[in-house]
C-alpha cells in the first residue's frame, strides 16, 4: 500500500471506520425510479472489483456495485441500511467472509462472521428485500496474511450459507463452483489467487443471473419496517 494510501486508511479508522462516505453521494445521486428491479451488491474488494472490471454489468441491467475493498461484515451492517437499504431494491447480493477469515479489523471466529450476515439477511428481509447469499469465491492463501489457512475456512463458511440460505428462503450463489480448482482459485479466472480477473467476472456472470431470476421469482418478504 502506497504511503498516501496507508494515511487516508489510518485516518478512517478513526474518522469513518465502515466508509460510510464512500457511497454517500453516489447514493444521492440515483434517480428515484429505475425501469425493472433494482439489485444491490454489496460487498468487498471482489464486488468492487466486478464493478470497476466489467461496469456494464451493473449499468446496463440496474444493479448497484457497493462494494469496498478491504471491508469485514461488521463494517458492511454498518453501512446496511445506507447503501442497501435505503436504495430499496427489490435483491440484495451479499458477498461477505474473506476479510473475516483474514481478520482485517481483528481476529473474528466463524461463528461472528455468522452473525453479521444473518444480521444483514434479517435487516433485508423486514425490510422486503429478497436476498442473494454469495458463496465466498476459492482461494488457497490471502498474499497479505502469509501462512494462514483459508482454503477449509472458505469451504466451510461457504457449506453454512448454502444451508442457511435453504433455511431461510434466501437465495444461494455459488461462486465457488464455477471458479475453483481443487480448494484454489483457477489460475486462469484470477490475477492473485484470491480476486478474479475479468475472465473471472464472466464466468460469474451466469452465476450472478441465474441467482437474480431465482431470487426474483420468489415472493418478496413482507416488510416489518418502514
Same mark, same amino acid.
Given at each position: 500500500?502506497?504511503?498516501?494510501?496507508?494515511?487516508?486508511?489510518?485516518?478512517?479508522?478513526?474518522? /469513518?471506520?465502515?466508509?460510510?462516505?464512500?457511497?454517500?453521494? $453516489?447514493? +444521492?445521486?440515483?434517480? @428515484? *425510479?429505475?425501469? #425493472? %428491479?433494482?439489485?444491490?451488491?454489496?460487498?468487498?474488494?471482489?464486488?468492487?472489483?466486478?464493478?470497476?472490471?466489467?461496469?456494464?454489468?451493473?449499468?446496463?441491467?440496474?444493479?448497484?456495485?457497493?462494494?469496498?475493498?478491504?471491508?469485514?461484515?461488521?463494517?458492511?451492517?454498518?453501512?446496511?441500511?445506507?447503501?442497501?437499504? /435505503?436504495?430499496?431494491?427489490?435483491?440484495?447480493?451479499?458477498? $461477505?467472509? +474473506?476479510?473475516?477469515? @483474514? *481478520?482485517?479489523? #481483528? %481476529?473474528?471466529?466463524?461463528?461472528?462472521?455468522?452473525?453479521?450476515?444473518?444480521?444483514?439477511?434479517?435487516?433485508?428481509?423486514?425490510?422486503?428485500?429478497?436476498?442473494?447469499?454469495?458463496?465466498?469465491?476459492?482461494?488457497?492463501?490471502?498474499?497479505?496474511?502469509?501462512?494462514?489457512?483459508?482454503?477449509?475456512?472458505?469451504?466451510?463458511?461457504?457449506?453454512?450459507?448454502?444451508?442457511?440460505? $435453504?433455511? +431461510?428462503?434466501?437465495?444461494?450463489?455459488?461462486?465457488?463452483?464455477?471458479?475453483?480448482?481443487?480448494?484454489?482459485?483457477?489460475?486462469?479466472?484470477?490475477?492473485?489467487?484470491?480476486?478474479?480477473?475479468?475472465?473471472?467476472?464472466?464466468?460469474?456472470?451466469?452465476?450472478?443471473?441465474?441467482?437474480?431470476?431465482?431470487?426474483?421469482?420468489?415472493?418478496?418478504?413482507?416488510?416489518?419496517?418502514?
Amino acid at each position: 500500500m502506497k504511503a498516501s494510501a496507508a494515511r487516508q486508511a489510518e485516518e478512517r479508522l478513526h474518522t /469513518d471506520w465502515a466508509w460510510l462516505g464512500r457511497y454517500m453521494e $453516489a447514493n +444521492t445521486a440515483l434517480p @428515484a *425510479g429505475m425501469a #425493472g %428491479p433494482r439489485v444491490v451488491f454489496i460487498g468487498d474488494s471482489i464486488t468492487q472489483g466486478w464493478f470497476d472490471m466489467a461496469p456494464t454489468f451493473f449499468t446496463d441491467n440496474n444493479r448497484i456495485g457497493r462494494g469496498i475493498g478491504g471491508q469485514t461484515t461488521p463494517q458492511m451492517v454498518l453501512r446496511f441500511r445506507q447503501d442497501v437499504i /435505503d436504495l430499496k431494491p427489490a435483491v440484495v447480493q451479499i458477498m $461477505a467472509g +474473506t476479510n473475516d477469515i @483474514a *481478520g482485517n479489523t #481483528g %481476529p473474528m471466529t466463524p461463528d461472528q462472521s455468522k452473525a453479521n450476515i444473518m444480521t444483514m439477511a434479517e435487516l433485508a428481509r423486514a425490510h422486503g428485500i429478497r436476498v442473494i447469499l454469495a458463496s465466498i469465491p476459492p482461494a488457497a492463501n490471502f498474499p497479505w496474511r502469509p501462512g494462514l489457512e483459508t482454503a477449509d475456512k472458505i469451504v466451510a463458511m461457504n457449506s453454512w450459507l448454502k444451508g442457511y440460505a $435453504a433455511q +431461510t428462503g434466501a437465495t444461494y450463489a455459488d461462486y465457488w463452483t464455477a471458479l475453483h480448482d481443487g480448494k484454489g482459485f483457477r489460475a486462469s479466472l484470477t490475477y492473485d489467487g484470491v480476486h478474479p480477473n475479468k475472465a473471472g467476472y464472466a464466468v460469474m456472470g451466469p452465476v450472478a443471473e441465474a441467482a437474480i431470476r431465482a431470487s426474483l421469482a420468489k415472493p418478496a418478504p413482507k416488510a416489518l419496517a418502514q
